[in-house]
Every structure is written in structure tokens, then in C-alpha cells.
């Protein structure tokens, strides 16, 4: 018989063969501190306008080439547990901002990055926490007096434009005043009277071919099908939308039809085919022009809507028909009827179109009801056009955010550097060991305007100092980094129309500060076995196999 082993005394005991335990500051807390460094110093050469591309192949081999840290983040697939608290506050501000994910990882990575330090000297994790804490609440009681930009009446176009030129530069820098037209344009033609502004209704369609230049905003949708019959185009023209094929009905019981001649055959197939006729000749009798399926179209039934002079034009998601019916405000039907006249959607004009190589059927409404607008991006490859999509994407974001708050502050790292002002000011009236705590909270927003500097070529500290003594004058409260300058120099943010929005910084804030006091407050790290993991080895002598 074996001799067993006794566990070590303490967690190890309690827990099945293989679980880990790292406990303590120089195994847990320097370890994630470590880790989410590490993290955040990846993400960081990827902020601003000048940022660097990262190149992921994911786990399905598929590359992406962006500076897009959603993207980036998403497609990872972070493993270590502290990084990943990190990577849900990120994904909690893209949720609730849409923009605005990479502020959070790197002020999260330079927060922890000033904790270390703290700890080195011997204050507590506890302590370095709570100065967080108080640094949050003076930063965000702080932020409503640096707003410098309030936008009322976000039907203006030119308005629009305005402010959220900036959240498209951060991605594509030198295209973004043509993204922030078709942006703005398409938003603002969808706004309804009342209710909030739903980011879905704002679709895009990327067509490989020609230049950025060719793109479009389209009131309406546009598919990339062709359509199933002979009918093209039609204008003006009354909608009926099924979700199920069209085509001779089944029926809904199985039976056996016995046929004993050659009559009783073609009669029973006319039948069919005459109950199918009148049925497409009832919808065309209702005024309507295009016929729309969520299933097949099948051929007998093509044969009578080419009679009547129908379009058919079939979409296989469920998710587009129902775009499609808000797009043309029509009542999705489950099965062939004759629709009422309340059912029917109206659209000024379908029809099929060549982009490129590729053939697309666009419906297009011209009219101030129009719910939908699509913007038909054009390129050259298909990574172009996915970059293009997600600078958009922050720009429809940034849309739906001024719609509830309107409130911006200054760009270009003002916001930043004034904050890092205030709060080592306030520092000195701590009396606490708080005080060193909020004082390196002030020191990490440096990161921001530094890389911006760095990954614009100039030098941080510099740039860092020269906004430092900027904001200790009066009226300096605006001024930034300009990145466009040939010598490092500042800019104010507010005459270049650099505006970041309120809503960013405040979430972006409230979840970095949140994720670093976690992961702060974490004294152990406890990993038990995996299930379906490897067994452990028998010991040498066990009487098993006896």
C-alpha cells in the first residue's frame, strides 16, 4: 500500500491537487501590477491621432491591422485575470461611450504603474486606494467647470460637425473632414422629434472598389444582392415584406393524395398553381410594386410576380427585413396574405445599381420621414474599409452621446494637464498619507499629452513642461499639444476646435479609477485545478493495478 503524502498545512490543504496560491505583495500585487503594465504600454503607442497600428491575427487566423483599442482589445483574448478587469472596465465605457476605451486602459496601467512606487515606500494598498477614491471625487467635481463648449441644436449639421471632428481624427487623421460630413449628414437626417437617437438605425456598407472618396450616405438601405426576378427598379413604390418564402404553400398536415388518371393529375397541379396566381395577383391589386422575402422565391412563383410586374427581392436576416420594415415603416407578415393597406410600406424609389463589381439593391428614401440612413463606404481593401467603419463608428457614438449631454472640454491633453494642476494642488491641503496618493493620481494624467507627444515625434517631457507652464497662467486652462506643428508647441484647444466629449472623460474616469482600486485591493491570487485537466502522476508502488 502507498504511503500518502500529507498536504502542507494552511489554503494548500483545503483546495484538490494542482490549485495555486500567490498571496502577498511580491506575489500577488506586484505580479498584477506587472501585468496590467505590460497591457497598458501596448495600448498606449496606440493613442491619439498619430497612434501606431498593432497587427492581432486571432484565433481563427484572421488578421486585423488598427489602432482601434476596442478592436484590439476584443480580439486579444487577455488570459491573466488582473489585465482582464481592466479589459471589462474598457469594454464598460465602449458600452456605455462608445469611445473613449483606450483612455481608460492607459490611465488604468499609469495609475497602477504610480501604485507601485507608493508601495516601494511602504504605504499600504488600502491608503493608495482610498487617495484614488478622493482624487476621483475632486476630478469629477472639477470637470463641470473646465466644459468650454456646449452644443443646443444638434440638427445643425455645421454644428455637428464641429465636435465630433475630433473623435474621427483620433482614427483617421487626414480624412476626417470627409468621414465627419457623410457622419454628421447621416445622423442628423434621422434624428426623429421625439425619442433618443438608436445608433442601429445608422447602417454601413462597405463595396470593394475605387476610392474613400467615392463614399456616400444613402436615406434608406442598400444590400449587397441583386434581385430574384426581372423587374429592376420602381419608384414610388408601395412595399409588402414576408418573413417566410413565396412560393405554393404547404399545408400544415401531412396527407396522401390518391390520383387515379392523368386529368385528376393536371388538375391538381393547376390548382395549385392557380391558388399561387391569385394570391400574387391580390398583392399586386393592393398597389404594390416590390415584393420582399425572408425565404426562397420559388420559381412558379417568379413566373406570376414577372406577370404582374413585381420586384422580388429576397434578404436572409431576420435582423435586415426588420431594418427594413422600420426603413420603409411596413408590418413584417409571417405568411403569404394580401396585406392591408396599414401593413404596406412606401419608398421613393428601389432599384438595382452597380458599385464596382458588385450589384446592390438600394432603397432609397428622399423624404424628411426617411428612419434609416446608410453610408456606403468605398475602397480599396477590405482592412481600409474596416478601419474606416470603426472611425465612423466613434463618430456615431459620439452623436448619440451629445443628443443626452452636449457638454465638451478642451482636447489635444488640456483637460488632462489642468486636472493634474488642480489635484496636486488640492494634495497639499491633505493631511494624510492620502496626499501622496493624489498626488501621483495627478502625475498619471501626465500620460495622456505625453503620448501624444511621443507618438508625434516630440519629446513628452518637454511637451509635458511647456503645458504645465501654460496652465499656471491665466487663461491657460484651454491651451494642448498641437500635433501639427513642426516644433513641439502648444495649441488652444478651443480656437482649433479640438473638443473631447464630457461623457468620455467622466465614465472613462470613474472605471479606470474603479478597475485600479481593485486590482489594488487584491492580496491573493487563488487558482484552483481545472477541470479536465491532466492527472496527477500515480505514485510509484500504489496498488491500483493489483
Known amino acids: ?60 487566423e484572421k488578421q486585423f491591422v488598427t489602432s482601434d483599442a476596442g478592436t484590439i482589445i476584443r480580439e486579444l483574448d487577455v488570459e491573466h485575470p488582473a489585465a482582464k478587469l481592466i479589459v471589462m472596465a474598457s469594454q464598460m465605457q465602449d458600452a456605455e461611450v462608445g469611445d473613449g476605451t483606450n483612455f481608460v486602459v492607459v490611465l488604468a496601467g499609469a495609475l497602477l504603474e504610480s501604485a507601485e512606487e507608493l508601495l516601494r515606500l511602504g504605504i499600504t494598498t488600502a491608503e493608495i486606494a482610498d487617495g484614488y477614491e478622493k482624487a476621483l471625487n475632486k476630478s469629477l467635481e472639477i470637470l463641470p467647470t473646465l466644459v468650454c463648449h456646449k452644443i443646443e441644436d444638434y440638427r445643425n449639421v455645421d454644428k455637428v460637425k464641429e465636435v465630433i471632428r475630433s473623435a474621427i481624427m483620433s482614427k483617421q487623421y487626414g480624412q476626417e473632414d470627409f468621414l465627419t460630413d457623410l457622419v454628421s449628414k447621416a445622423c442628423v437626417s434621422i434624428l ?48 409588402v415584406i414576408f418573413s417566410c418564402p413565396v412560393d405554393i404553400i404547404q399545408t400544415e398536415t401531412k396527407g396522401t393524395v390518391l390520383i387515379k388518371s392523368a386529368d385528376e393529375l393536371l388538375n391538381f397541379s393547376s390548382g395549385e398553381e392557380s391558388l399561387l396566381e391569385n394570391q400574387i395577383k391580390a398583392i399586386a391589386d393592393t398597389g404594390v410594386k416590390v415584393v420582399v422575402s425572408g425565404g426562397k422565391v420559388g420559381d412558379m412563383a417568379l413566373h406570376f410576380l414577372n406577370k404582374y410586374g413585381l420586384m422580388a427581392v429576397r434578404l436572409n436576416s ?171 508647441t502648444t495649441i488652444d484647444a478651443v480656437e482649433a476646435k479640438l473638443f473631447d466629449l464630457y461623457q468620455a472623460k467622466f465614465w472613462g474616469l470613474k472605471y479606470a479609477v474603479g478597475a485600479a482600486t481593485t486590482i489594488l485591493k487584491v ?22 493495478e493489483s
Not at 12 to 35: F, H, T
Not at 213 to 234: L, Y
Not at 531 to 542: F, M, T, Y
Open 192 to 239: 426623429p422629434d421625439e425619442g433618443t437617437f438608436n445608433v442601429d438605425n445608422i447602417r454601413i456598407c462597405k463595396i470593394l472598389g475605387s476610392g474613400l472618396g467615392a463614399s456616400e450616405v444613402v436615406r434608406g438601405m442598400v444590400f449587397k444582392r441583386f434581385v430574384e426576378g426581372d423587374v429592376t427598379s420602381a419608384e414610388k413604390a408601395k412595399i
Open 318 to 488: 431576420k435582423f435586415d427585413l426588420r431594418r427594413l420594415s422600420r426603413t420603409v415603416n411596413a408590418t413584417v407578415l409571417p405568411r403569404i396574405t394580401t396585406p392591408s393597406q396599414e401593413e404596406l410600406g412606401y419608398c421613393d424609389k428601389v432599384c438595382v445599381e452597380e458599385l464596382g463589381d458588385t450589384t446592390i439593391v438600394a432603397f432609397r428614401n428622399e423624404g424628411k420621414d426617411s428612419r434609416v440612413s446608410t453610408i456606403v463606404i468605398r475602397g480599396a481593401t477590405d482592412n481600409f474599409m474596416d478601419d474606416i467603419e470603426r472611425a465612423m463608428d466613434d463618430g456615431i457614438n459620439n452623436f448619440k452621446c451629445l443628443t443626452r449631454d452636449g457638454r465638451y472640454l478642451p482636447g489635444a491633453g488640456a483637460i488632462e494637464i489642468e486636472l493634474a494642476t488642480q489635484l496636486a494642488a488640492y494634495a497639499d491641503t491633505l493631511p494624510g498619507l492620502d496626499q501622496y496618493a493624489v498626488r501621483k493620481f495627478a502625475n498619471a494624467l501626465e500620460v495622456f499629452p505625453k503620448a501624444l507627444a511621443e507618438n508625434s515625434g516630440s519629446n513628452g517631457t518637454d511637451i509635458v513642461n511647456q503645458l504645465y507652464l501654460a496652465h499656471n497662467s491665466e487663461n491657460g486652462k484651454n491651451i494642448g499639444f498641437d500635433i501639427e506643428a513642426e516644433k513641439a
Open 523 to 544: 492580496d491573493q491570487i487563488i487558482m484552483a485545478k481545472r477541470a479536465g485537466g491532466p492527472k496527477p502522476r500515480q505514485a510509484a508502488g500504489s496498488d491500483d
Open 1 to 60: 500500500m502507498a504511503l500518502s503524502v500529507p498536504k502542507a498545512p494552511g489554503v494548500a490543504q483545503m483546495l484538490k491537487d494542482g490549485a495555486r496560491m500567490y498571496s502577498g505583495l511580491e506575489e500577488a500585487v506586484y505580479r498584477n501590477i506587472s501585468a496590467c503594465k505590460e497591457f497598458s504600454q501596448t495600448m498606449r503607442s496606440a493613442y491619439g491621432p498619430n497612434g501606431m497600428n498593432k497587427m492581432i491575427i486571432n484565433h481563427i
